[in-house]
């Protein structure tokens, strides 16, 4: 009897042991993401199809988000090796109670995201639930059932964990003033300089984006061996991604603590013509206008495309958890595979407003490969592209 409580024992303390991440052990023959010859088919130990991982990151200078001296997390994201990516991969795994998921398994972890990993419209919570949602459950090694005595949202915990270390080694801040390049109100830098400084620590190409010429976000690529949860992440160069800075005149400004923290912007000036946003935005009825390089120009349809000179399209906004829902006479609008756009077999997405700009997880940048004229119709992204344009509430 005692031999039987004994072994009893031991496979409890076994399966204590073993509860976690499927064990990927890395050796000199684990294959390396967008590197491998042949088919995987273990995709727990390799991430695939998202085999090449972006830890992205954010400088917030109006409204300024986080400390002065250091950039913040935007996320983790999983590109097909090619630039392309898959989006919102489990509806069923897309929870709305991060901030609790990760304060009952690490309250550490939560106390420094809500210093570094800040939503510029001031709501934290919306904005790392997007990232989960969009990019954490398409991580393939990231499936519960790469989880040995599966907790229910434990991968949640490490999708954050996993992104915070890799952020807490990428000191952006650093990074560029090791190469003479710090924020200024009146200094502007080259890309290529920037571009340098941001390769020198790690041997690879980053991209950089930019907002009005202004630098704002640095996207760092690697592949990994093994799963993303106990894998080695290898730094790799971009996947097919493109900086979109100019060459020259690049300003870094510094974070001066600017008011517009997320409120509620009422009414906002324009030039070059066209509907200014005013009244309450996102609420009833309204248009969505477009700003381009400063300067309202055209708005979007109702397939959510972008035109000048078209009939701006009726929206309907409708107040929904922490932000809202909008809805043209195709249907619901939300972000599918980085492309705005409302149809009718879409689920309605919550969106936020940051300093009155509509915004998709938190961002109110979005981009678009050229600006449209005539019966050119323009698709508007959240991914990189061309150009950076803001969409704003018009009523």
Not at 28 to 36: A, D, G, K, M, V
Request: hydrophobic share 30%; glycine share 12%; aromatic share 10%.
């Amino acid at each position: 009897m005692s031999a039987i409580r004994t072994l009893a024992a031991g496979a409890g303390l076994l399966s204590l042991v073993a509860a976690g991440p499927k064990s990927c052990p890395v050796t000199s023959s684990t294959p390396l993401s967008c590197q491998n010859t042949t088919s995987v088919s273990d995709l727990c130990c390799f991430n695939a199809p998202g085999g090449q991982l972006l830890q992205t990151q954010f400088w917030d200078t109006d409204p300024a988000t986080g400390p002065t001296d250091s950039w913040t997390v935007h996320g983790l994201w999983p590109d097909h090796c090619d630039g392309t990516y898959d989006a919102n991969c489990d509806a069923s795994r897309a929870y709305t109670n991060i901030s609790a998921i990760i304060q009952a398994s690490d309250p550490d972890l939560l106390s420094y995201m809500n210093t570094y990993w800040k939503d510029e419209g001031g709501d934290d919570e919306s904005f790392w639930e997007h990232e989960w949602a969009k990019h954490g459950t398409c991580i393939s090694t990231l499936e519960p059932s790469c989880y040995t005595s599966y907790t229910p949202q434990e991968e949640v915990v490490d999708f954050f964990s996993k992104t915070v270390e890799l952020f807490k080694t990428l000191t952006t801040y650093t990074f560029l003033s090791a190469a003479g390049i710090t924020p200024s109100s009146t200094k502007t830098y080259t890309s290529s300089a920037i571009l340098a400084a941001l390769k020198a620590p790690r041997g690879v190409d980053v991209v950089i984006q930019c907002s009005d010429s202004a630098l704002d976000e640095v996207w760092y690529f690697y592949n990994t061996q093994g799963s993303v949860q106990t894998g080695k992440f290898v730094p790799a160069g971009p996947d097919g991604s493109k900086s979109n800075c100019p060459s020259t005149g690049v300003k870094y400004l510094p974070k001066s603590g600017s008011s517009g923290g997320g409120g509620t912007t009422t009414t906002k000036t324009t030039s070059g013509g066209g509907t200014s946003p005013t009244g309450t935005p996102y609420s009833g009825k309204g248009t969505l206008a477009v700003t381009d390089n400063g300067k309202q120009t055209g708005c979007l349809i109702s397939s959510g495309v972008w035109m000048v000179g078209a009939t701006c399209a009726t929206y309907t906004a409708a107040a929904s958890g922490s932000g809202f829902t909008l809805t043209s006479s195709k249907g619901p609008c939300a972000v599918t595979s980085g492309v705005f756009g409302c149809a009718s077999g879409n689920k309605a997405e919550v969106f936020t407003q940051a300093g009155g700009l509509l915004a998709s997880g938190g961002d109110a940048k979005w981009y678009a490969d050229s600006t449209p004229s005539g019966t050119t119709q323009v698709q508007v992204k959240t991914g990189s592209a061309s150009q950076t344009i803001t969409v704003a509430w018009a009523s």
